[in-house]
Nanobody, 126 residues
Framework: QVQLVESGGGLVQAGGSLRLSCAASGDTFSKYAMGWFRRAPGKEREFVDTISRSGRTTYYADSVKGRFTISRDNTKNMVYLQMNTLKPEDTAVYYC???????????????????WGQGTQVTVSS
């Protein structure tokens, strides 16, 4: 199994940028498709974006398309979320998630994923 630890959250003004990182350990990272999800106060956890094992395939929620970029470095066992042009509605706890997957597979639902990090808080002030 894999363990996930997110970092990089913080407080930023609207229009600013943050880069979240997720460090994986405990298993062969390149076996796993990865995803980012977020939970805003009073709301359900929602999909943000996902990336396939190789990194060749990605998919984004409409709410972040064009502003967020997911990437991974399989040599460092890391997945990243570059967030630009942040909005107050992006305020949430952000989670990375992993699941062993076939080549090219990506997932957009919380129940697609088997392993979760503890989350990192992102707060965007207006």
């Amino acid at each position: 199994q894999v363990q996930l630890v997110e970092s990089g959250g913080g407080l930023v003004q609207a229009g600013g940028s943050l880069r979240l990182s997720c460090a994986a350990s405990g298993d062969t990272f390149s076996k796993y498709a990865m995803g980012w999800f977020r939970r805003a106060p009073g709301k359900e956890r929602e999909f943000v974006d996902t990336i396939s094992r190789s990194g060749r395939t990605t998919y984004y929620a409409d709410s972040v398309k064009g502003r967020f970029t997911i990437s991974r470095d399989n040599t460092k066992n890391m997945v990243y979320l570059q967030m630009n042009t942040l909005k107050p509605e992006d305020t949430a706890v952000y989670y990375c998630a992993a699941v062993p997957a076939a080549a090219g597979w990506i997932g957009t639902r919380t129940y697609d994923y088997q392993y979760w990090g503890q989350g990192t808080q992102v707060t965007v002030s207006s």
